[in-house]
């Protein structure tokens, strides 16, 4: 799989110069025959139920003997460094097309620079056909071409993959194109008008819409005069209500056929844990006026669907339940400002185009730092591809840091990638690299993904790996809270701790040991209550001392309640002389900064990377998962991101992030789980 993930990158991410088309996504159309279904029509074309009703929506309703259904191809995503997009030479003189598809996202103004004619031209040939607009699946007649040369695009595109620059958007093999050009309008926009309805009116895309006009990327203020394509078209306007934040709100001008009162329709995506009953009530609808407008869930709600749903206003919605988890970040989800993120990942790649001695096979059984770059970088990608269903607007930018533990291009990166512009930065790796982009950007959030050390503080920088004081710190706090008696028996060769103990940790009574430096049964015994948990912390990677303490408790567990500890993961345990049955016995204690997750979603999770990978998710990419998710979502706020920081906790798939300020700067991860080892031979969190 990272051969595949790596082949993939030099292949088509970092070549210098690589010429495409921009030619659309070839649908096939299937027509409907007698006794199929939406499922075994999904399984037929290896796509999922989801993906047929994206493109064809009145499918939600039910399928009829003989109607034409778009099914989509399978997807493929590429980039480059630097990308010359040709457009298509859809019109050849003297054999010009006479008709044309239309494909989902295609509007009058793509399809007209496509064939390099007008749109006043393509209304006029299909005066007919477009009386209600352009749908999915017309064919539509292309009039003669002007005969003019189509223009070339250079795009710059972000390394690694075309990730996603809007995920709000499918992906695609599209590109980012320059502001369109050619007949221009003007429109005032006017109270209560939305960037949908306006687009929609002069037959653009929202997307079209912005290029022109990029100051209304993050606002859309009453009065502002909007450059437009093309002359207006009659369009029915939906009543125009206060959304809701929660939903991604497309208005259908289809009035609504169910009788819950509600005269307008919006698009709803489902987010997990919800259920019929659950959506039913936020958009005050029986479950049988919900199944109504959507048949499909007849066949069960899950995460993802897109279904539809009244728009209401915002004071008629009942106040959502927080999920668990997650505080209240994802009920206050804001898409309308677009943010921008950039995710910076040691890749490497000019060392790896460099070395002549290593194919890229071997250099993957060797290097494991980049097997770590490449892990972290499949759990980001399914953090994109989870923000893309949630509606998050949000560009990303993924860049190599060509970073080593002292070394990166992060002064040439900031300034020709403009990372001063981004919203948040997530990455580099290193500690050192970490706080000189911080630096370098001193009003952007930095999130350093894995760094533990303790270096220098920034106001800008978030540590999201919990510190190794803070690990020590909270076992610690656990046991006092709890009402322990702590002891520790430290190794001669551990002299740190035994000051850390006694300078930090004050009250811990540490056992003395022999002239020999082992355990001595009878020095633990005398210390130990039977009133409370004795709590017996040790600090040792001898095999034959923690045999000797692990002995000594068991042979007195019998009198005593107590527990086995350890401050912070200690490779030793791991050996076949100390055995998993000694451990689970004492209940070993320790903290983690992650914790084994079972859920209904954590499995849903390693099914999805296992079959897009291969391969289960290893605890790299389950963090590059959650640490990209975390920020997505903090991003995706009505509040700056240093302020989602003290308005909640996240909890992602096994990893928690609750960020507190540091005492000098910045601010630190303090997101931990105290763990043990239970009898059952499963690992649980200690309440």
């Known amino acids: 799989m990272k051969n595949r993930i790596l082949f993939s990158i030099l292949l088509t991410v970092f070549s210098f110069m690589y010429t495409v088309s921009a030619k659309q996504e070839k649908y096939i159309k299937h027509t409907v025959t007698k006794g199929e279904t939406i499922n075994s029509i999904a399984q037929k074309y290896k796509v999922t139920p989801f993906d047929i009703y994206k493109l064809n929506p009145d499918s939600q309703n039910g399928i009829q003997l003989s109607s034409v259904l778009l099914i989509p191809p399978t997807s493929v995503t590429t980039s480059a460094t630097s990308v010359a997009v040709i457009a298509p030479k859809a019109v050849q003189q003297g054999n010009p097309p006479t008709t044309h598809l239309v ?33 999915i699946g017309q064919n539509i007649k292309i009039p003669a071409s002007t005969g003019e040369q189509p223009t070339t695009v250079v795009a710059k595109i972000e390394p690694v993959k075309e990730v996603v620059r809007e995920v709000v958007k499918e992906t695609s093999n599209e590109v980012i194109k320059e502001a369109p050009k050619g007949e221009i309008s003007y429109h005032v926009i006017e109270p209560k008008e939305t960037k949908y309805g306006v687009s929609k009116r002069y037959g653009m895309t929202i997307e079209e819409l912005e290029q022109l006009n990029p100051q209304i990327l993050n606002s859309f203020p009453i009065g502002m005069k909007l450059k437009v394509s093309g002359t207006e078209m009659a369009v029915d306007t939906p009543a125009k209500t206060e959304a809701n934040t929660s939903t991604i709100t497309k208005p259908v001008t289809t009035p609504a056929a169910s009788s819950s009162g509600k005269k307008y329709l919006q698009e709803y995506v489902v987010r997990p844990n919800e259920t019929i009953s659950s959506i039913a009530t936020t958009y005050g609808m029986s479950e049988s006026e919900l199944l109504e407008l959507n048949p499909e869930l007849k066949r069960g709600v899950k995460p993802g669907m897109i279904l539809r749903v009244p728009i209401i206003s915002k004071k008629e919605l009942p106040k959502l339940e927080p999920s668990k988890g997650q505080g209240n970040l994802m009920d206050k989800l804001n898409t309308n400002a677009r943010k921008q993120l950039a995710l910076l ?10 070395d002549t001695l290593n194919t890229t096979q071997s250099r ?26 949630l509606g998050l607007n949000v560009n990303i930018k993924i860049l190599d840091s060509q970073e080593t533990k002292n070394t990166s291009n992060l002064a040439n990166l900031v300034t020709q990638e403009n990372l001063a512009a981004m919203d948040a930065i997530v990455g580099p790796f290193y500690q050192f690299n970490v706080e000189k982009l911080a630096e370098l950007v001193p009003q952007i959030p930095v999130v350093s993904p894995l760094s533990k050390e303790a270096g220098k503080k920034y106001p800008n920088l978030y540590q999201s790996m919990p510190s190794t004081e803070l690990l020590r710190t909270s076992i610690f706090d656990y046991m006092r809270a709890k009402g322990g008696n702590v002891l520790a028996i430290v190794d001669p060769k551990k002299s740190s701790v035994k000051q850390y103990l006694q300078d930090v940790q004050k009250g811990v009574r540490i056992i003395g040991l022999n002239e020999k430096g082992g355990v001595v049964s009878d020095s633990l015994k005398v210390r130990l209550q039977k009133d409370k948990i004795n709590f017996v912390v040790i600090a040792s990677e001898s095999t034959s001392m923690i045999l000797a303490t692990t002995t000594a408790m068991m042979n007195l567990q019998k009198e005593y309640p107590m527990q086995l500890v350890i401050m912070e993961p200690n490779e030793t345990l791991d050996y076949e002389e100390i055995t998993l049955n000694r451990l689970t016995k004492l209940k070993l204690l320790y903290p983690s900064f992650s914790r084994p997750n079972e859920s209904d979603g954590a499995n849903q999770f390693d099914a999805k990377y296992k079959k897009l990978n291969k391969i289960l998710p290893n605890q790299y990419a389950i963090r590059g998962f959650d640490v990209m998710f975390d920020t997505l979502i903090r991003l995706s706020q009505d509040k700056p991101f240093a302020e989602t920081i003290q308005t909640a906790a996240s909890e992602q798939i096994e990893n928690k992030f609750e960020y507190v300020a540091n005492t000098v700067a910045g601010y630190t991860n303090k997101g931990i789980y105290i763990l043990y080892y239970d009898e059952d031979l499963t690992i649980k969190e200690a309440l």
Do not use: H, W
């Open 364 to 389: 993957l059984k060797k290097d494991k730092f980049l097997n770590l770059t490449l892990d972290f970088y499949s759990g980001a990608l399914m953090a994109i591809d989870s923000a893309k269903v």
């Open 103 to 135: 494909q989902p996202k295609e509007t009058l103004y793509s399809i007209s620079k496509q064939y390099n004619v007008t749109v006043d031209a393509l209304k006029e040939a299909n005066s007919d056909l477009l009386k209600n607009g352009l749908k």
């Open 345 to 354: 990942l040691p890749f490497n790649i000019s060392k790896i185009e460099s």
